[in-house]
């Protein structure tokens, strides 16, 4: 069902205005650990700017001044954060660190504001095939598993280093997946309790299961039970707390496939009035697509929908990063058409999705009205 773009636009232009953050997700601090034959350790550490890299500094001025964003998501990982030398926890390799911090204070000393991304899958101690490869944390039949004890020390830690500055975001995990979703508020739960006992009072993103997306947040997925059932029980005492939410427009909802053929309002509108009812905020930290008319016609609809309910805060774009190269992080069928890194070309040398998807159909639904100070809020600042 593909809902009018005309009354889609009407909606957002007669709402008020709750799209407080917009951007991009920065991916790169994760890569470099990919084993074809799934061999635990590979790649870690890694190389600074071979293996892994967080952001070229140099397009924030192009992404801030010029396209007028306010919001980075960056990728970490948890195994170069915490060494398995280490576990999880609060001991961190401190060279991996302080090149993250350098990425992060670069942000938001450039007056944006910064989601801190754990791309880890609600996993631990093995990322060689990630999505699938690591064991769950808090898994407690598994005994190679990192405790849910183990997540919150870690997040007290890294909160605590971040506490006085007011333009980060938490954002718990990226797309938990195939566990029980019991687990995954647990784990949520011991995340906020960690960043909140550290002091630090910014906006915390939480996400489901199922990958978080929204299309499955108040149904099964492959036999766990719903996001819905569950995520409404979280409790932030400092009232600060958003749903982290993933949707992409392909058959599959994968983001891997050049079609676009799921229509984002028709499919976000059960987790919608979810969030009505539980009187609960989201963010949707990644969606995309190809550069073709059915998914421009897609897109458009998304970012209106977005900017049309107030139950939604922001989103981020999947994505930009410095060693993309030609290769693309979205909805290309592998196929290789740039990222939206600025300047990114295609393997043929033709313009990259910076230019074909980024300039060409979201520039132009960027909020002009977006967050510029004061402390990182499910309600907006000045």
Excluded at 276 to 298: I, P
Aim: glycine fraction near 10%; charged fraction near 15%.
């Amino acid at each position: 069902m593909l809902f009018s773009s005309t009354l889609v636009a009407a909606l957002a232009s007669s709402a008020s205005a709750t799209i407080y953050y917009a951007g991009v997700a920065e991916s790169g601090g994760e890569f470099g650990v990919y084993s074809s034959t799934a061999t635990p350790g590979t790649g870690l550490p890694g190389r600074f700017g071979v293996d892994y890299a967080f952001l070229n500094t140099s397009t924030l001025p192009i992404w801030i001044k010029q396209n007028h964003i306010n919001t980075f998501r960056v990728a970490f990982l948890l195994e170069r954060m915490c060494p398995l030398a280490y576990g999880l926890g609060s001991k961190f390799n401190e060279t991996y660190f302080s090149e993250f911090n350098t990425a992060i204070t670069a942000i938001t000393n450039a007056g944006a504001y910064a989601i801190l991304d754990p791309h880890n899958y609600m996993r631990y101690n093995d990322p060689s095939q990630q999505p699938a490869t690591g064991s769950v944390i808090g898994n407690s039949s598994d005994p190679k598993a990192a405790t849910t004890k183990q997540f919150q020390q870690f997040w007290h830690e890294l909160a605590g280093r971040y506490k006085k500055n007011e333009k980060v975001i938490f954002g718990i995990m990226i797309e938990p997946h195939d566990m029980p979703t019991s687990l995954v508020l647990t784990n949520d739960q011991a995340a906020i309790n960690g960043i909140r006992s550290a002091g630090a009072k910014q906006l915390i993103l939480a996400p489901g299961n199922g990958y978080t997306g929204g299309h499955y947040w108040l149904q099964q997925e492959q036999g766990d039970d719903p996001s819905g059932d569950y995520l409404y029980k979280l409790h932030d005492p400092v009232g600060n707390t958003a749903i982290d939410i993933h949707e992409y427009l392909d058959y599959d909802f994968s983001g891997q496939h050049i079609v676009c053929n799921q229509s984002f309002p028709a499919n976000m509108a059960g987790v919608t009035g979810w969030l009505k009812q539980h009187n609960l905020k989201a963010m949707v930290t990644e969606f995309g697509g190809d550069n073709n008319t059915m998914c421009d016609t897609y897109l458009k609809e998304a970012i209106q929908y977005m900017a049309a309910n107030p139950e939604y805060i922001g989103w981020t774009y999947w994505a930009a990063g410095p060693i993309w190269g030609t290769a693309s992080p979205c909805c290309t069928d592998q196929k290789p058409y740039g990222s939206v890194e600025p300047g990114s070309l295609a393997g043929d040398g033709s313009p990259g999705l910076y230019y074909t998807v980024w300039l060409k159909v979201v520039q132009a639904l960027v909020p002009k009205t977006l967050q510029k100070r004061g402390i990182s809020s499910i309600y907006g600042g000045r």
